[in-house]
Nanobody, 121 residues
Framework: QVQLVESGGGLVQSGGSLRLSCAAS????????MGWYRQAPGKQRELVAR???????NYADSVKGRFTISRENAKNTVSLQMNSLKPEDTAVYYC???????????????WGQGTQVTVSS
């Protein structure tokens, strides 16, 4: 099994910053992509940022220049530094990984439970 433990969400004023972190543990053989999605009330879950094992990144247009994703392969962790936050960034943020478990032969996506980010105006 895989456990993804997220931390760092909370309430912040518009223009402020937060840093989300996620640690993956369990019977993981290898991780390819790591990243963050978010889901606001009444909206579909959307990709925020993704980073490959080779550290290539891509971001949603709405967060480019404000958010930075990073990872430590040796620790199976991924972080999201969020600056210049806006009220429209308010959502539940979900960590995910695309990994392969020990003894398995296929890649699967695994998700964290989500952490709330609320940006007040």
């Amino acid at each position: 099994q895989v456990q993804l433990v997220e931390s760092g969400g909370g309430l912040v004023q518009s223009g402020g910053s937060l840093r989300l972190s996620c640690a993956a543990s369990g019977s993981i053989f290898s991780i390819n992509d790591m990243g963050w999605y978010r889901q606001a009330p009444g909206k579909q879950r959307e990709l925020v940022a993704r980073i490959t094992r080779g550290l290539s990144t891509n971001y949603a247009d709405s967060v480019k220049g404000r958010f930075t994703i990073s990872r430590e392969n040796a620790k199976n962790t991924v972080s999201l530094q969020m600056n210049s936050l806006k009220p429209e960034d308010t959502a539940v943020y979900y960590c995910y990984i695309r990994g392969i478990l020990v003894g398995r032969i296929v890649w699967d996506d695994y998700w964290g439970q989500g952490t709330q980010v609320t940006v007040s105006s």
